[in-house]
């Protein structure tokens, strides 16, 4: 007769509500030279993932080299992400103060643009963390043909990363941090329902 798993109660979701407000301190933390923010993410998205396959976090060191493996190339992605963020919103400031003809039309359709980039982006921080927080241009590849795949996957994503934008918004700054952690562990649970194929390591 086998043993019944162990029941879960309030001390264990205290603690792993915890854990992701403190990962996403650690993000936000490493992310601070706004050239970081990829590395961070990587990193961040690579302890997710050995939590959910290990059932515990990778020990301080790992984390550390990993993060310290993924500086070269993820320098590179910050700075293809915050300039494509940068033109998107550029585009909705301008069309929001009208110094650029569309409108309404215009500004939704740019608006609907950014959302899409979000999500795809969640996507590919899902892929670069199942590598160790290596391979962004297998990790991009392998989001695109998830996007592809499954559209109710990229979706899911983009609602996810949205929703945490418009919390951020909406929190108190200090709060704000947190919900990276949080956002990353959605979107790693999006991704585990209809899994995102994985990349093959650089």
Do not use: K, N, Q
Request: aromatic share 4%; charged share 15%.
């Amino acid at each position: 007769m086998s043993a019944e798993p162990a029941r879960r109660d309030w001390r264990d979701t205290a603690r792993e509500a915890s854990d992701l407000a403190l990962l996403g301190f650690a993000v936000a933390l490493a992310a601070l030279p706004l050239l970081t923010l990829a590395p961070a993410v990587a990193t961040a998205s690579a302890a997710l993932h050995d939590r959910g396959v290990t059932g515990s976090w990778p020990p301080v060191r790992t984390t550390l080299a990993r993060f310290g493996r993924a500086l070269p190339a993820g320098l590179a992605a910050s700075a293809v992400g915050l300039a494509v963020a940068g033109a998107l919103g550029a585009d909705l400031l301008a069309l929001a103060g009208g110094r650029v003809p569309g409108g309404g039309p215009a500004t939704v359709l740019t608006a609907g643009v950014a959302a899409a980039l979000l999500g795809y982006a969640g996507l590919v921080a899902v892929a670069v963390g199942r590598t160790g927080g290596r391979g962004w241009r297998d990790a991009a590849r392998a989001a695109a043909g998830t996007c592809a795949r499954r559209p109710g996957t990229w979706a899911a994503a983009t609602g996810v990363c949205c929703l945490a934008g418009l919390l951020a918004v909406l929190v108190t700054p200090v709060a704000v941090p947190i919900l990276a952690g949080y956002a990353l562990a959605a979107l790693h649970a999006v991704a585990a329902r209809h899994p995102v194929t994985r990349p093959e390591a650089p």
